[in-house]
């Protein structure tokens, strides 16, 4: 009787109802509490739900600079000297192309040589196809060779169309050379700038001219430029014909131009032809 006085007791005393007896279950064991002052009891959790520490969103540190200022000091300098460089052949490129273009002045008369040396040929500006009257015509140019045989006997050449061969090598090349687009463009238009009307050479430039073209016609000769000993070249202009569906009729008639028969010297034929058959027959 004592003995269930005092369990009734301590049931009253923690407030958690007593399993009846014989029925096999156990009363839920008593929660485990902690002394804060007690080194040895082991941490409580942490509670997540607050506010995070300044202190761990600071990440990963940040490089104190990008771009060039990233690079060492001497690859500093050698990226800065390169792009001086590249900037100074930009300026000197861009007032060299607009002194070429722009109307005559006193610095063109004065380095008008050492801008077209400097623009020729690889910086050419053609701006015909923005003036008021486009270029209507097609230019070719044609050679012809007085041949001399081994016996002696001389026979001249039908004039041999050079500007449909480059048309014919340029034809469906998706990347044609640029002297067969513009070699004997820039030679008529150099040897017509440097000769008057009735062919008279303007100098210096003008014999410069002549053998330009007696060299491009030699080289287009091919082996039979062994036995070339003169030459004469011309100029075939056609208007090109107006569109079917317009109104205006212009002559598409051919018009030429005759240079003067050249002799060929031994310095105007290509390197490696056989010149004994033109000095056997001289």
Known sequence: ??????????????????????????????????????????????????????????????????????????????????????????????????????PSNTLTKRHGQAVDDW????????????????LQQNVSVEVRAELVAADGSRRTTGWIDLTAQDAEAIRHNPMPSHAQQNELRRAVDFYFNSHSEDHTPNGMRGRLSEEYMRRIAMLRLGDRSGEAERVQLRTVTRAVAAPAWGSEKNDTAPSYRDFPWWPVTDADRPAGVDRSRTEAGR
């Open 1 to 102: 009787m004592d003995a269930y006085v005092e369990k009734g007791a301590a049931d009253a005393d923690d407030g958690r109802p007593t399993p009846p007896a014989g029925t096999g279950r156990q009363a839920p064991p008593d929660p485990v509490t902690t002394d804060p002052s007690d080194p040895s009891s082991p941490p409580e959790p942490s509670d997540s739900s607050g506010p995070p520490d300044p202190s761990d969103l600071s990440g990963p540190p940040e490089p104190s600079g990008g771009g060039i200022m990233a690079l060492s000091m001497p690859y500093q300098v050698v990226l800065a000297v390169a792009l001086a460089v590249v900037g100074v052949f930009a300026c000197v490129h861009l007032a060299m192309v607009f002194l070429h273009v722009a």
């Open 119 to 134: 623009v020729y040929p690889e910086f050419e500006q053609n701006w015909k196809l923005f003036a008021p009257n486009p």
